[in-house]
């Protein structure tokens, strides 16, 4: 894996060691001598990671971090402290002040490197799979700082072959390690054991994270759910945490590339544990608010914003979809295209709210009248578009007579031009139905058959209006 990597350390022996291991790496390195240089650096390369291997001699880490994710293009660097000193309070120190990550030398170049793959590839995602943070901010999808929102659900999976019930770290049991972590989070755990059979979908819930019980740092067939959890509906989006005897082997760098994105010592002080799930799971509750907004977005960008049905650019394009599907199947479909007649009255008379509140209510009722699989879209001012998928013209006939009748029937409740003061009017709606036949040996484009809908509708216009049109040609 490619990339841009900044190390920030006051001595040189210490800069040039690490730019040997990270090129030999392929990655392009930057070094800066201090703070300062560090952001003058990143306001123009923008790197991928920022590696800061010893105390900063010209501004605390916490007004580092602050700064360099103040620049733009910078919101979602990580920046990882290397130390020398396994201290657990300078640890969670350096976690408190925004470190993404805090590892403590010796390290072997393999574990070290998949650390700093796992990182940025999860940076990677957030800037480049969603969307860049500046557009996020425009379109309001840009997610806060970290804050830890709510406790989080945590499944603790024990595998179908159980690691060693006394791999100890430390001293430290698999067992002693769940009880005190159960009491030293806020977040809600759940055991989970496979070897009784049950698989991943049995599941009660879907976890924000999954702590998988490892167990010995040389059984590589401790790794094995891995994949299963990268698969199971109920774990695929979840922070998955390896956790086993010692988080520095081999095997550890193995568990990050397979998918893990932590890996944590049985030994390793309960604070930290902590705060790594944490930064997991507020990971994981930054992926669903952004994926919330894209779908919102989206919703919002097929839906019409007065009547709540789909627009006319959706509409349009499920009808090249069904028109498609219906003569590949040799199925048959409707199109129904309904206007309201005399609206501009509505408008002038009562005023643009009273209209607005009519369409909405006559899309209430066309939406009632339709099946689950029936798509209708407002494609005009008072314009809308139904496609009924697999009906008969009997059928089609048949449904737009009963939305035609029931526009008619219902009293449209407004407010006056002058006032609140509410009141009822009637209007009534002009249909025109086209079919598609995919059986009769012709192809009908769809732009053909909104064509013939729109002359069967005009055809009601000139009848009178209120009615249902047919057309009963099928073919081009």
């Given at each position: 894996?490619?990339g841009?990597?900044?190390i920030v350390?006051?001595i040189t022996t210490?800069?040039?060691v690490l730019?040997?291991k990270?090129?030999?790496?392929?990655y392009?390195?930057?070094q800066?001598?201090?703070a300062?240089?560090?952001?003058a650096?990143?306001?123009?390369e923008m790197?991928d990671?920022?590696?800061?291997?010893s105390?900063?001699?010209?501004m605390?880490?916490g007004?580092?971090?602050?700064?360099?994710?103040?620049?733009?293009g910078?919101?979602k660097?990580p920046?990882?402290a290397l130390?020398?000193e396994?201290?657990?309070?300078?640890?969670?120190?350096?976690f408190?002040?925004?470190?993404?990550?805090v590892i403590?030398s010796p390290i072997?170049?393999?574990?070290?490197l998949a650390?700093?793959?796992t990182?940025?590839?999860n940076?990677?995602?957030?800037t480049d799979?969603w969307?860049?943070?500046?557009?996020a901010?425009v379109?309001?999808?840009?997610?806060?700082r970290?804050?830890?929102?709510?406790p989080?659900?945590?499944?603790?999976v024990?595998?179908?072959?159980?690691?060693?019930?006394?791999t100890?770290?430390?001293?430290?049991?698999?067992h002693r390690?769940?009880?005190?972590l159960?009491?030293a989070?806020t977040?809600?755990?759940e055991?989970y054991d496979?070897?009784?059979?049950?698989?991943l979908?049995d599941l009660?819930?879907?976890?924000?994270?999954?702590l998988?019980?490892?167990g010995?740092?040389r059984d590589?067939h401790g790794?094995?759910?891995?994949?299963e959890?990268?698969?199971?509906?109920q774990?695929?989006?979840?922070?998955?945490?390896a956790l086993?005897d010692y988080a520095k082997a081999?095997l550890?760098a193995t568990?990050?590339?397979?998918?893990?994105?932590d890996v944590?010592d049985?030994?390793?002080?309960m604070?930290?544990v902590?705060?790594?799930?944490?930064?997991q799971?507020n990971?994981?509750?930054?992926d669903?608010r952004?994926?919330?907004g894209?779908r919102s977005g989206?919703?919002?960008?097929?839906?019409?914003?007065l009547?709540?049905?789909y627009?006319?650019?959706?509409?349009?394009?499920?009808?090249?979809?069904?028109?498609t599907?219906?003569?590949?199947?040799k199925?048959e479909m409707?199109?129904?295209i309904?206007?309201?007649?005399?609206?501009?009255?509505?408008?002038?008379?009562y005023?643009?709210?009273?209209g607005?509140?009519?369409?909405s209510?006559v899309a209430?009722?066309?939406s009632?009248?339709?099946?689950?699989e029936?798509i209708?879209?407002?494609i005009?001012?008072?314009?809308f578009?139904i496609l009924?998928?697999?009906v008969t013209p009997?059928?089609?006939n048949?449904?737009?007579?009963?939305i035609?009748?029931?526009?008619?029937?219902t009293?449209?409740?407004i407010?006056?031009?002058?006032?609140?003061?509410?009141q009822?009017?009637?209007?009534t709606?002009s249909l025109g139905v086209?079919?598609?036949?995919?059986?009769?040996g012709h192809?009908?484009?769809?732009?053909a058959?909104?064509?013939?809908?729109d002359?069967a509708?005009?055809?009601?216009?000139?009848?009178?209006?209120?009615?249902?049109t047919?057309?009963?040609r099928?073919a081009?």
């Amino acid at each position: 894996m490619s990339g841009d990597i900044l190390i920030v350390d006051s001595i040189t022996t210490n800069r040039i060691v690490l730019k040997v291991k990270l090129s030999s790496a392929f990655y392009s390195v930057f070094q800066a001598s201090s703070a300062q240089d560090a952001l003058a650096i990143c306001a123009t390369e923008m790197p991928d990671l920022v590696l800061v291997t010893s105390e900063l001699t010209d501004m605390g880490f916490g007004a580092f971090h602050d700064q360099l994710h103040a620049l733009p293009g910078c919101r979602k660097t990580p920046i990882v402290a290397l130390t020398t000193e396994d201290d657990a309070q300078l640890r969670m120190r350096r976690f408190r002040e925004g470190a993404a990550d805090v590892i403590t030398s010796p390290i072997s170049d393999t574990v070290l490197l998949a650390r700093l793959r796992t990182l940025m590839r999860n940076a990677h995602r957030d800037t480049d799979q969603w969307i860049k943070p500046e557009a996020a901010e425009v379109f309001g999808f840009a997610d806060a700082r970290a804050t830890f929102l709510r406790p989080g659900r945590i499944a603790a999976v024990t595998p179908r072959t159980h690691p060693a019930r006394d791999t100890k770290s430390a001293g430290v049991s698999w067992h002693r390690f769940y009880n005190e972590l159960s009491s030293a989070t806020t977040h809600q755990l759940e055991r989970y054991d496979m070897r009784s059979g049950r698989g991943l979908k049995d599941l009660q819930t879907h976890p924000d994270a999954v702590l998988l019980e490892i167990g010995r740092a040389r059984d590589e067939h401790g790794l094995a759910p891995l994949a299963e959890l990268r698969t199971a509906p109920q774990t695929r989006d979840a922070k998955i945490i390896a956790l086993m005897d010692y988080a520095k082997a081999p095997l550890a760098a193995t568990a990050l590339d397979m998918g893990a994105h932590d890996v944590i010592d049985y030994g390793t002080h309960m604070g930290e544990v902590d705060w790594r799930l944490n930064l997991q799971i507020n990971r994981k509750m930054e992926d669903d608010r952004l994926l919330a907004g894209v779908r919102s977005g989206l919703q919002a960008a097929v839906t019409d914003p007065l009547t709540g049905l789909y627009n006319r650019r959706f509409g349009m394009s499920q009808l090249d979809r069904l028109a498609t599907e219906t003569l590949q199947n040799k199925g048959e479909m409707a199109l129904i295209i309904a206007d309201l007649d005399h609206f501009k009255l509505v408008n002038d008379r009562y005023g643009h709210a009273a209209g607005d509140a009519v369409l909405s209510q006559v899309a209430q009722i066309m939406s009632g009248s339709l099946r689950k699989e029936d798509i209708v879209a407002r494609i005009g001012g008072e314009e809308f578009m139904i496609l009924l998928p697999n009906v008969t013209p009997a059928q089609a006939n048949q449904t737009a007579r009963r939305i035609c009748q029931s526009v008619r029937n219902t009293r449209m409740q407004i407010g006056s031009i002058s006032g609140p003061a509410s009141q009822s009017i009637t209007v009534t709606t002009s249909l025109g139905v086209a079919l598609l036949n995919g059986a009769d040996g012709h192809c009908l484009t769809p732009d053909a058959l909104f064509r013939r809908a729109d002359r069967a509708l005009y055809g009601s216009k000139s009848d009178g209006r209120g009615t249902v049109t047919l057309c009963t040609r099928t073919a081009a």
